[in-house]
């Protein structure tokens, strides 16, 4: 809590950690460092929290803050450690949501800690997962620390950073993915019915959130088909038809975003060059 945070980016995942964090009682406003190219967007939470920092720039927020977390597309990530890299301090706990931008490339610019993680914008009901992956710099207490902090968006699930990449189809890009399948579903039923779209989802949405309910109380899907899909009822039929066309969809889905994450790491590892 008393330990200075800094936070270079204020966009939409920017935001939703600081304002998240403050309003969760997580950190003290007074220890909390922004520093933004578009300073506007700090109005209203400059309203809430006047005692919130704001820095006339990331490298003297680098020299006031122990811990930084870099809330940057991963190109800016590059641009902004080149210019702070003098200022860190040796024990600066550096943190980076940069998507596509490994550890290994962060510490070109700083030999010190450096936590990388993958939010999502489930954080925003306290839900969801957070992905973490740290260095082996970091030591147990500043793991402890910023692994309890961002646990108030939900579970921390710390992974070997090889599998980033799929973990972040499952988690970060989840919430876009799950609610895309919902609306073609909810779609599919009124091209088949006199329902209209707003019917549809709010039958649709409910069945969401009480099957995850059940998953999460230890329903397993085999539970599940064994409560609904009876033999050679209709429940069956659609189970039949999703396990012969999904595999071959999602396997097309998670190689397309692989490829975009490969692509976005090459981008980012020229300019570390």
Same mark, same amino acid.
């Given at each position: 809590?008393?330990?200075?945070?800094?936070?270079?980016?204020?966009?939409?995942?920017?935001?939703?950690?600081?304002?998240?964090?403050?309003?969760?009682?997580?950190?003290?406003?007074?220890?909390?460092?922004?520093?933004?190219?578009?300073?506007?967007?700090?109005? =209203?939470? +400059?309203?809430?929290?006047?005692?919130?920092?704001? !820095?006339?720039?990331?490298?003297?927020? %680098? #020299?006031?803050?122990? &811990?930084?977390?870099?809330?940057?597309?991963?190109?800016?990530?590059?641009?902004?450690?080149?210019?702070?890299?003098?200022?860190?301090?040796?024990?600066?706990?550096?943190?980076?949501?940069?998507?596509?931008?490994?550890?290994?490339?962060?510490?070109?610019?700083?030999?010190?800690?450096?936590?990388?993680?993958?939010?999502?914008?489930?954080?925003?009901?306290?839900?969801?997962?957070?992905?973490?992956?740290?260095?082996?710099?970091?030591?147990?207490?500043?793991?402890?620390?910023?692994?309890?902090?961002?646990?108030?968006?939900?579970?921390?699930?710390?992974?070997?950073?090889?599998?980033?990449?799929?973990? =972040?189809? +499952?988690?970060?890009?989840?919430?876009?993915?799950? !609610?895309?399948?919902?609306?073609?579903? %909810? #779609?599919?039923?009124? &091209?088949?019915?006199?329902?209209?779209?707003?019917?549809?989802?709010?039958?649709?949405?409910?069945?969401?959130?009480?099957?995850?309910?059940?998953?999460?109380?230890?329903?397993?899907?085999?539970?599940?088909?064994?409560?609904?899909?009876?033999?050679?009822?209709?429940?069956?039929?659609?189970?039949?038809?999703?396990?012969?066309?999904?595999?071959?969809?999602?396997?097309?889905?998670?190689?397309?975003?692989?490829?975009?994450?490969?692509?976005?790491?090459?981008?980012?590892?020229?300019?570390?060059?």
């Amino acid at each position: 809590m008393n330990a200075k945070t800094g936070f270079i980016g204020y966009g939409s995942m920017g935001s939703m950690i600081v304002q998240g964090l403050l309003d969760k009682k997580c950190l003290y406003p007074k220890n909390v460092v922004i520093s933004t190219r578009h300073p506007a967007s700090l109005t =209203t939470l +400059l309203k809430k929290y006047p005692s919130v920092n704001v !820095a006339g720039s990331n490298r003297f927020l %680098a #020299r006031e803050c122990n &811990r930084v977390i870099l809330c940057t597309s991963p190109l800016d990530a590059v641009h902004v450690l080149s210019e702070i890299a003098g200022d860190l301090h040796v024990n600066t706990h550096l943190v980076s949501i940069a998507a596509c931008l490994p550890i290994e490339q962060i510490t070109r610019f700083f030999a010190g800690m450096v936590t990388r993680i993958v939010p999502s914008l489930t954080g925003e009901m306290s839900s969801g997962v957070t992905l973490f992956c740290h260095n082996s710099a970091v030591t147990n207490k500043a793991a402890q620390e910023i692994e309890e902090l961002f646990s108030a968006f939900g579970n921390v699930v710390v992974i070997e950073e090889e599998n980033f990449e799929v973990a =972040t189809d +499952l988690t970060s890009c989840g919430p876009a993915l799950i !609610a895309v399948l919902l609306e073609e579903f %909810a #779609r599919a039923a009124t &091209r088949h019915s006199t329902l209209t779209p707003q019917q549809a989802r709010a039958l649709v949405i409910p069945t969401l959130s009480g099957t995850a309910r059940l998953l999460e109380e230890g329903y397993t899907t085999e539970n599940i088909l064994n409560r609904v899909a009876k033999p050679g009822g209709l429940t069956e039929e659609g189970v039949k038809q999703l396990q012969s066309d999904m595999p071959s969809v999602y396997d097309t889905l998670i190689q397309r975003t692989l490829a975009k994450h490969e692509l976005s790491r090459h981008s980012a590892d020229a300019r570390t060059k």
